[in-house]
């Protein structure tokens, strides 16, 4: 009987490693694919490769090499850049995942013949929704929430109810391999940045022109060093004369390079409005939670989708709002949608 092929991104980490192993334990015929997406040159690629070799020998597994660099910088590296220097705070990761994992890298996995990709991803799917992983504190259906849902039902996710110290543990069953995964560094949260996220933008653009800094009535309060260094919630970095209480960044203005800073009550937010909808219902009104950053708790909310936009209107505020981020709409542990911040007030 032919087995079933399933190709699994493998990042050289221990859980794509582990996800490959435990998929050949469960009879699948699998297949390894790397993703090269930019042109690091402090070895990253190198690195991750010899760790690839490693699992993909002890487990008699053909692995590719799949070079997205061009469609990477153009669709996820240009868009980073360009939404900072814009005043918005962009979310590479939905974007790769959207576009390129589960884009790209599935086309290529059904044009090898798999009949799924999987990946070291935490969340669960049942093939028509994303659910939240069992470890909370690993989940990741927040960064996968853009995915078209007609590529659900060709995705797996081996790891979805087990915690990390589990995998771990698995991992040593990998014999040789295990000693070099677990000697690898956790993935970085933005893959082609290598320090902060401003060296990467200075590469582009002189981001270090000193500004004035604004209070909510637009008088001149301080300066600080170069609007892109902030994003909204930024508590440091600037001047604020005879300040006697933390002040943020509540508002960014590229044109003219200043910021708007305000107590933590300028912060507040009761509505948001989100565009580029990514839905997994078809309701145009309806009562859920909803995340504003990955690592915030749910508001509970309502919404109301009208031209392919969201309205939000939350039930408690919240605080530090930022456009460009994403807002996930969850019933219970189910991811039903997710849209693009576009302002809030």
């Known amino acids: ?92 990761c939905v974007k790769c995942n959207k576009n390129i994992k589960f884009g790209a890298m599935m ?37 996968l929430s853009q995915v078209p849902k007609e590529a659900l039902p060709f995705m797996m996710f081996p790891l979805n109810s087990f915690k990390k110290e589990d995998i771990i543990k698995m991992g040593e069953k990998i014999d040789v391999a295990y000693k070099r995964i677990t000697e690898k560094n956790e993935s970085q949260e933005i893959c082609f940045v290598e320090t902060v996220y401003t060296d990467v933008i200075k590469k582009h653009s002189n981001i270090d022109i000193e500004g004035d800094v604004l209070d909510e009535d637009g008088n001149i309060v301080g300066k600080h060093k170069g609007y892109a260094h902030y994003t909204i919630g930024k508590r440091r970095g600037f001047t604020v004369k005879g300040a006697q209480e933390p002040h943020f960044v509540t508002k960014l203005n590229p044109k003219n390079n200043t910021i708007v800073v305000g107590k933590k009550q300028a912060l507040e937010i009761n509505e948001v409005l989100a565009n580029s909808l990514n839905m997994y219902i078809d309701n145009k009104e309806f009562s859920c939670g909803v995340k504003l950053r990955y690592r915030s708790s749910t508001i509970p909310c309502d919404v109301k989708i009208v031209d392919n936009k969201a309205f939000i209107n939350l039930k408690e505020p919240a605080f530090g709002v930022a456009c460009g981020q994403l807002a996930v709409f969850y019933d219970d542990d189910k991811v039903i949608g997710s849209a693009f911040i576009e302002s809030s007030k």
């Open 1 to 92: 009987m032919k087995k079933t092929k399933v190709m699994v991104g493998l990042s050289g980490g221990i859980d794509s490693s582990v996800t490959a192993y435990m998929l050949q334990q469960q009879g699948f015929q699998v297949e390894g694919v790397y993703l090269k997406l930019h042109n690091r040159t402090d070895g990253y690629h190198e690195n991750n490769l010899k760790y690839i070799e490693d699992i993909s020998k002890f487990l008699d597994i053909k692995y590719h090499i799949l070079d997205l660099t061009e469609k990477f910088t153009k669709e996820i590296y240009n868009y980073f850049v360009n939404s900072y220097l814009e005043g918005s705070t962009p979310n590479p």
């Open 107 to 143: 086309d290529f996995a059904k044009s090898q013949g798999a009949s799924f990709l999987a990946t070291g991803h935490y969340v669960k799917t049942d093939g028509n929704f994303f659910y939240v992983a069992d470890d909370i504190t690993k989940d990741q259906s927040y960064f």
